[in-house]
């Protein structure tokens, strides 16, 4: 193999790309009301990469030095046979090709999952979790269920996975139980990390009317408890600090109020095999027709390297009443949360 298919991923400006997030479907057991519409179109099953294709482009990745994968959806515990693919990608894991595997869920599968998971190499997970208030949860997420999400939290930290609770920060809907939510998670040691909605794909909700900066949020916090900016970093656009009466940490994504691209490693790709080199933008390439065309990889990674050249330098996120439409026309949900 030439030597340009082994080579580093690095983009036009220096970055270089080391994490890989790969979502495996678009459907999801939730209609969280800052995500998706309630009567959402999915795709039809037969436009998803199969779980092998996934696993064979996610280690085309890994064999370029991305050392994190990150399997996100939709939710992707609803994915008929998964756990084939978590199984699969291990042997990266056990190789040491592979530094971390993990998932970002919104914890309604963990109960089942959590310890399947723990044995594949898995050791953290993100839960998505707005609020601790039952009918508040049924309100955000639609269909969801607080207890069983709750239950999942538990077996997971049973299991021996670290767990960080990610929280969208929303006005008026859950802004007063953002510090309920900080002493649930530090009493139980898991990070919290918030974020700010993000502008992507046509909802019922004006984004306007949802939208909370996250300076705000820190304000608030700054009354109530000492906040020690921290260094860490976990190779995500969190910023992090240590609230020192609890002793945990509470990280920030802010999209808006502070563009994080200028250190950004990372690449999604969907579950039909396209590969957004940006959450904000639409430079995006197929990876799904190249990885077809044949069975060795060369076609793929001249798509992979094109993809490294036209990675933009950053999104152009931005919630105004006058734009009418999202940043981006595409849900999270299919992009990969």
């Not at 519409?37 to 990469?49: A, V």
């Not at 240590?242 to 990280?251: D, K, L, P, Y």
């Not at 044949?294 to 793929?300: D, F, I, Q, R, V």
């Amino acid at each position: 193999m030439r030597q340009r298919m082994t080579s580093v991923l690095e983009d036009t400006f220096g970055r270089r790309v080391t994490y890989l997030r790969i979502s495996v479907t678009d459907r999801c057991d939730f209609r969280c009301v800052y995500c998706m519409s309630e009567n959402m179109s999915f795709l039809p099953k037969r436009d998803l990469l199969t779980l092998e294709e996934l696993d064979r482009v996610s280690t085309a990745f890994v064999e370029r030095g991305v050392t994190k994968l990150r399997i996100t959806g939709g939710e992707p515990l609803v994915r008929r046979n998964v756990m084939s693919l978590f199984r699969d990608l291990s042997r990266h894991l056990k190789s040491g090709a592979l530094e971390e595997l993990t998932l970002t869920t919104n914890g309604s599968q963990l109960g089942k999952y959590a310890t399947e998971l723990a044995d594949c190499g898995v050791r953290r997970v993100n839960v998505s979790l707005d609020t601790l208030d039952p009918d508040n949860f049924r309100a955000i997420t639609r269909w969801g269920n607080l207890d069983k999400v709750l239950e999942g939290i538990d077996a997971a930290q049973a299991a021996g996975l670290k767990v960080k609770i990610n929280m969208v920060a929303l006005k008026d809907a859950n802004e007063d139980e953002i510090v309920p939510m900080l002493r649930y998670c530090h009493e139980r040691g898991h990070d919290l990390t918030l974020i700010e909605t993000m502008p992507l794909g046509e909802i019922e909700a004006d984004r306007t009317d949802q939208y909370l900066p996250l300076s705000t949020v820190r304000q608030r916090l700054a009354e109530e408890f000492t906040l020690t900016d921290l260094t860490d970093r976990t190779g995500g656009p969190a910023r992090y600090v240590r609230v020192e009466e609890t002793g945990g940490r509470v990280g920030f994504i802010t999209p808006l109020t502070h563009n994080f691209c200028e250190s950004c490693n990372r690449v999604r790709l969907t579950c039909t095999g396209t590969l957004f080199l940006c959450l904000g933008q639409d430079h995006a390439v197929d990876l799904r027709a190249p990885m077809r065309q044949s069975e060795g990889n060369e076609a793929l990674h001249r798509a992979i390297d094109h993809g490294m050249g036209i990675k933009p330098k950053g999104h152009d996120f931005v919630i105004e009443r006058r734009n009418e439409r999202p940043a981006v026309a595409r849900h999270m949900s299919t992009t990969g949360g």
